[in-house]
């Protein structure tokens, strides 16, 4: 019997059996940011305990970082001492620190992959739930908290279970002006916000296949929306092209090993599978979410739904939604008058996303509506240059948006970009929260980057493949 | 002095009723701007409080007749969302502190960082969340009792079966629910692992 990437690397990484009866696994990449590793460092400290392997710890800066001005001192005295924290962190137990003033800055999970840290057969960790991106490139990377931040500092291993792991197939192509973040909001939407719990989830299918590694990532960052603490793509000709040449990927001698180590990883064709799920791809259309967790979408086209479809149990739940949300079974999303717009974040602030909103805004004369305030946030300092360097900066301008630094940004407003009052917000993030973009009463709809740009444009939402005459 | 291991768990109960309560909610982000966790607990679901104060409503972490529980009664998916340790913390430092939790099924990194911070998160099937809830609320003044040896929550004439991993019951049963020492215990072998990987050496 054949095995699946996920058992071939996680055996890999087995140290041994502790006395609970759980394994420990060693890490090979671990990513830090500023809000869930300083009270890990005061524990290390605190126990007297150093960081095992440095060499394998990389920080940034992204949840804080203000996006107007990525100027020092920053305004907020709390963002203040939380960078400063870092950074001191970082040089007394001598981490690589990808800072702001270097142009090195970025969230993340945009930084690990547009550096090349991320590899295939990797375990990636960091003190984030969306840390999932990483297993577009066939590494098992998953979310953790502060108490493991520290076990990784001081050990480079985590006392974990082994998952399940669940095949998503999505067959066949998908229809024009259907992206990555409809296919992960189908997939969620279908089996649950908790359908993953105890999994991994291996997305395969020739829609997967045919997906950049950016729309990869894009799939892989929401698995933990399904409760699947990693998601995977295996690795493939596109994983390659994507790394080879990237900073921290091997070269030269190295590079030819780890191509053919890479290849012995991918999952076996008799691979047995806890589950397998099979989506085609033809069936899936542009999504919205209309409640207050990402599991509530509705295709575009398609009316809010009636609490009478769904069990009993669940109903209390949809009620709270609807309540929330100001929203009526029964009405159609379409034509839900949005005040803002927000274009990035670790599902989708990346190259290809902005490429793809350029394109389609480029020649139209298209312009965000008088009454939304439109904001496009790259995903790192590097990216931001590059757009520039594509002339998106006047671009994006010029159609209305403001075009900011990069950050985590509106996505979760632990920086000055928030809803304010009952604000609606057309966001390309990943969760639609109660007050998740910083205003308690604050809503959020989720959907891809161009149906964000079309809402932004029609100040509404819209069906993106009519306003821009994708079919 | 904190115990150093979780058998029994005993306390008066605070029913939450709703499913999906996500980590936001436990402790909205603009908490999070802080290099300690100290003082989290007075802003445990500050706004879901807030929000309910505003309907005329109150919630039951803003309840008089909850405000010395130690046991926290949920329902489907608690803690999904955002993997932050300051949810947990947050909890175990509102009033008395939270130091167990009962529901239907919670959500994976969460569940996690609670046993990292000695919090079991226990499991009940759905008809016995909703009855133990019922009861807390009937009688605020009742103990609860989750009883990781015997695996079962009593409250009042209720008794219910619990579950949680095994590897989680032990490290209650046995007080090693913190890590760290065990993982670096294996240190030689640590580094031994790590040089046979291919790519730690590129």
């Keep these: ?471 | 002095m904190e115990e150093s291991k979780r058998i029994i768990i005993e306390g008066r109960g605070v029913p939450l009723r709703g499913h999906d309560v996500d980590t936001d909610r436990i402790i909205p982000a603009r908490f999070l701007k802080c290099v300690v966790f100290d003082g989290l607990g007075d802003h445990a679901f500050e706004d879901d409080r807030a929000g309910l104060r505003a309907q005329g409503k109150i919630h039951p972490f803003e309840d008089s007749r909850f405000e010395d529980a130690e046991i926290l009664l949920v329902n489907k998916n608690f803690g999904c969302g955002s993997s932050r340790e300051h949810a947990p913390q947050a909890l175990r430092r509102w009033r008395r502190g939270i130091r167990a939790i009962v529901g239907e099924s919670f959500a994976e990194i969460f569940r996690g960082n609670c046993v990292a911070l000695g919090i079991p998160c226990v499991v009940v099937d759905s008809a016995a969340a909703e009855e133990l809830q019922a009861s807390v609320e009937r009688d605020p003044a009742a103990n609860v009792r989750v009883d990781l040896l015997a695996m079962k929550v009593t409250t009042g004439s209720i008794t219910a079966p619990l579950s949680l991993t095994e590897a989680a019951r032990r490290q209650f049963l046995d007080g090693r629910w913190d890590s760290t020492g065990e993982l670096l215990a294996a240190k030689a072998h640590i580094r031994t692992l790590a040089a046979s990987i291919p790519y730690f050496k590129w």
Excluded at chain 1, 83 to 94: C, D, K, P, Q, S
Excluded at chain 1, 193 to 209: C, D, L, P, W
Excluded at chain 1, 439 to 449: D, I, K, N, Q, W
Excluded at chain 1, 453 to 468: K, N, P, Q, S, T
């Design chain 1, 1 to 471: 019997m054949g095995k699946s990437l996920y058992e071939k690397v996680f055996e890999r990484h087995v140290v041994g059996r502790l006395p609970s009866g759980q394994l420990q696994l060693l890490m090979g990449l671990h990513l830090i940011h500023e809000v869930t590793s300083p009270q890990a460092f005061s524990m290390l400290s605190e126990a007297g305990l150093t960081v095992l392997m440095p060499e394998r710890t990389f920080a940034t800066v992204d949840h804080i970082i203000p996006t107007t001005s990525q100027l020092r001192p920053y305004g907020d005295s709390l963002a203040e001492e939380m960078i400063a924290t870092l950074e001191r962190n970082a040089r007394t137990h001598g981490l690589r620190f990808f800072a702001p003033e270097k142009g090195e800055q970025g969230i993340v999970h945009i930084v690990g992959p547009e550096l090349g840290l991320t590899q295939p057969g990797m375990t990636i960790c960091c003190g984030d739930s969306h840390t999932s991106t990483h297993g577009a490139f066939g590494a098992i990377a998953f979310g953790i908290g502060t108490s493991q931040v520290r076990d990784v500092l001081a050990t480079q291993t985590l006392a974990m279970d082994r998952l399940k792991v669940r095949r998503i197939d999505i067959t066949g192509r998908l229809r024009p002006g259907v992206y990555a973040k409809d296919v992960t909001l189908h997939v969620i939407g279908k089996l649950g916000v908790n359908g993953g719990v105890g999994y991994a989830y291996e997305y395969a299918g020739e829609a997967i296949e045919r997906m950049s590694m950016d729309e990869r990532m894009t799939v892989c960052n929401m698995a933990i929306e399904g409760g699947a603490r990693c998601g995977y793509v295996n690795p493939d000709e596109t994983t390659y092209r994507y790394l080879e040449g990237r900073p921290y990927a091997p070269k030269g001698q190295a590079w030819k090993q780890a191509l053919s180590d890479w290849d012995t990883l991918r999952s076996d064709a008799s691979a047995e599978y806890d589950d397998v799920v099979t989506f085609r791809g033809e069936d899936i259309e542009p999504m919205v979410t209309w409640g207050i967790n990402p599991g509530q979408s509705v295709a575009v086209g398609a009316t809010i739904p009636s609490p009478m479809d769904v069990a009993e149990t669940d109903r209390a739940s949809m009620e709270e939604a609807y309540s929330y949300m100001s929203f009526e079974a029964g009405k159609p999303i379409a034509g839900t008058r949005i005040d803002v717009a927000f274009i990035g974040s670790c599902t989708n602030g990346r190259m290809t996303d902005f490429d793809e909103v350029a394109r389609l805004l480029r020649g139209r004369k298209l312009r965000v509506k008088s009454h939304v305030r439109a904001l496009i946030v790259p995903g790192s300092q590097a990216m931001k240059q590059a757009m520039i360097e594509k002339g998106y900066d006047s671009l994006f301008t010029e159609a209305g948006f403001e075009f900011r630094e990069a950050g985590c940004s509106m996505c979760l407003a632990m920086n000055p970009d928030k809803l304010s009052g009952r604000e609606v917000c057309a966001s390309s993030s990943n969760r639609n929260f109660k007050g998740r973009q910083g205003s308690p009463a604050g809503r959020t709809l989720l959907m891809s980057p161009v149906m964000v740009a079309a809402a932004a444009v029609a100040g509404e939402v819209v069906d993106a493949r009519r306003l821009f005459e994708l079919c």
